[in-house]
T-cell receptor, first 116, second 111 residues
């Protein structure tokens, strides 16, 4: 069985500061890993994904994440926060290929607040 | 661009009513999914479908059923709505095990 833990349900940063959102996963098979963002009253939008190529993955809006197998982590970072980054962020894991049909297991979500 | 649409953004129903939530995707994706989203719990998979008329239970199927008669359309049915089914419902679609694309969600209130 797969699981995802996001450390910190709320993260608050100042505009221009580093954003670090933590995600740890467990999976018995090689995983695919995703970060999604949800703006208020909207659906989820893909930020980036890891599918066993490069361990450092770059996504949209300046975000990136690093897959660390030894730490079973996939933390999301952005060097400089912008007010428009305020949203809820979800980490998710799926099994690579096979008959998983790409089913996702999500973390609990982290609400990012950006202060002026 | 992939487009996933959901029939309603907001819905208010009474306890015991039968509720239909519809989802349509325009990218010929084989897989379609229904999740519910609750604060502090993230998204939890209710049901998914990997082909027309094919379905599998997710993690929390109790009290729900689904229907997929056409490839582009996936319906979630609450047979007898209860107050604990008040939630945000999100539909998604994907090709094989690739990225899931989400609709805007339906916020359901059961009174």
């Amino acid at each position: 069985a797969q699981s995802v833990t996001q450390l910190g349900s709320h993260v608050s940063v100042s505009e221009g500061a580093l954003v670090l959102l933590r995600c740890n996963y467990s999976s018995s098979v090689p995983p695919y890993l995703f970060w999604y963002v949800q703006y208020p009253n909207q659906g989820l939008q893909l930020l980036l994904k890891y599918t066993s190529a490069a361990t450092l993955v770059k996504g949209i809006n300046g975000f990136e994440a690093e897959f660390k197998k030894s730490e079973t982590s996939f933390h999301l970072t952005k060097p400089s926060a912008h007010m428009s980054d305020a949203a809820e962020y979800f980490c998710a894991v799926s099994e690579a290929g096979g008959t998983s049909y790409g089913k996702l297991t999500f973390g609990q979500g982290t609400i990012l607040t950006v202060h002026p | 661009d992939v487009k996933v649409t959901q029939s309603s953004r907001y819905l208010v129903k009474r306890t015991g009513e039968k509720v239909f939530l519809e989802c349509v995707q325009d990218m010929d994706h084989e897989n379609m999914f229904w999740y519910r989203q609750d604060p502090g719990l993230g998204l939890r998979l209710i049901y998914f479908s990997y082909d027309v008329k094919m379905k599998e239970k997710g993690d929390i199927p109790e009290g729900y059923s689904v229907s997929r008669e056409k490839k582009e359309r996936f319906s979630l049915i609450l047979e007898s709505a209860s107050t604990n089914q008040t939630s945000m419902y999100l539909c998604a679609s994907s090709f094989a095990s690739e990225t899931q694309y989400f609709g805007p969600g339906t916020r359901l209130l059961v009174l």
